[in-house]
């Protein structure tokens, strides 16, 4: 899931500004499940909102609604009739979500409530742990499954740095070593042969270093309409 967390009450009264009356719209899906964006995180924010504000002596009016995905448009299309009556969004979703509700409502403001951390899972209650950078060139099956790009802290692709003790990573000891993980994974797996192949440099041009990514599917895309 995309993990995300709520940003400082005071950084978002800060981007309001003056702002009377701003909607506030969770997302159901990914900030639901890490407690971050959804109905119940709409609800207490836009209440130490409007209680903030009245103490400030600048009272605020605070709608809540939560759609089902931020990041699709047919979803926001239930917003349509709404986002009229307020000076701002205020969005609970991702940067996607964020994003897309900026792009449906250009001539409104649109503010992000959430800082979007990475693409990751729960490892225990209330802990969320980075497992995908979305490189574009996914290497889990040399690695055991232990993604090298999220989880080493130096990103390395052939082995450990050398720094590491009793498994924890010598740039975060609260972490495990990635490598550690994946040697005995290997291990287990009776692979320790495969990682001993000397991998060569990556090709980072399908990660971020080679610009805006997107992905088109020919086979999906609609028709284009007859134009005349
Ligand atoms: S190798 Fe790349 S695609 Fe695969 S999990 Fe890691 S970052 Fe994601
Ligand atoms: S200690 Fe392990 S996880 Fe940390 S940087 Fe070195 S190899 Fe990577």
Redesign the pocket.
Known sequence: MIVAEQKPLDAIKGMMKDDKKVLAVGCGTCVTVCFAGGRNEVGVLSSSLRLSREVDGKALEVGETTVQRQCEEEFLRQLDDEVGNYDAILSLGCGVGVQSLAERYPAIRVLPALNTKFMGYPSEHGVWEERCQGCGNCVLHLTGGVCPVS????Q?FNG??G??QAGE???DPSTE????VIWERAGEQGSIDQLMNVEPPKDWSSSRDGGHRRIVRDDLRLPEADEG
């Open positions: 989880r080493c802290s130096k390395l450990p740095c720094g590491s990573c010598e740039v070593c990635a490598w550690q």
